[in-house]
């Protein structure tokens, strides 16, 4: 074990916002032990708080389901894949024809910009201030890393189901969202597997001395790409079937029980 690389939300990040102790002296004990350490996520550079004021990371963090690369020690990005404009109105069009009412967002790397109606109610307190706009070929100026689409009804395995068939030679599609029918959509043959070979390599480790958790569809790739790629027990089924490796649920702090485990076993060696 050589390199750790965990999701965030659902895998060490609970609804309450919070990293328990167990888990942050496990990463603590890890980085301490030499292993490199880089969290794999789904969220924005701009929403990185809880890895940066819990847990304390200063390393790498690999955003946007792979489309950034973003160092917290400098506060920078460091590597991106943008999506075109063009295949985001490409798109966009097609999801309109298949399903009832999609809305949109655009995330880029200068923020987040949303259409009309694309909050049902509440909207997370990070973006009460934000103003919905139609979306507008202006908003790729800051180079777009990913197209959100949200249905205000239905699941998101079955929204992802109904789009991928049509839209999946175009662009990166999968979801993070087990409460609502929300999209992820990133640069074609982007996902978090790539961006962490990517990772990996440039610092000279094999996938097999990676070790990597995730909770949702958009670990699978990583999941099956590290030498060994731990689906969370509270994860989702594709996750699960997915994973060669299983730990414990999120509430049963599981990414700190193998860590813990693999920890002990190197000081056994």
Known sequence: MRLIASDIDGTILGHDGRISPRTVA??????????????????????????????GHTGTVIC?????????EREAVTASHLLAWETVTEVRKLIMELAPEPYFALESLAGIHVEPGFFAKDRP????????????PAMADGGIIKLLAVLHSGTADGFLELV???????????????????????????NKAVTL????????IDAADVVAFGDMPND?????????????????????????????SFDDDGVAQVIESRLAALHLA
């Open 26 to 55: 496990a990463f603590r004990d890890a980085a301490d032990a030499g292993i490199d350490i880089v969290f794999v996520t789904g969220r924005p550079p701009r929403w990185l708080d809880p890895i940066r004021e819990q847990i």
């Open 64 to 72: 946007s389901n792979g489309a950034v690369t973003y160092s917290l």
């Open 125 to 136: 307190p990070s973006l009460q201030d934000l103003v919905p706009a139609a979306l507008a």
């Open 164 to 190: 991928r068939p049509h839209v999946g030679g175009l662009i990166a599609v999968t979801h993070s969202a087990p409460e609502v029918a929300l999209l992820e959509m990133g640069p074609l043959g982007v």
């Open 197 to 204: 070979a990517e990772y990996a390599s440039s610092k000279g």
């Open 220 to 248: 699978i790739e990583m999941l099956g790409w590290a030498g060994a790629g731990y689906a969370m027990a509270s994860g989702h089924p594709d996750a699960l079937a997915a994973a060669p490796l299983q730990a414990p």
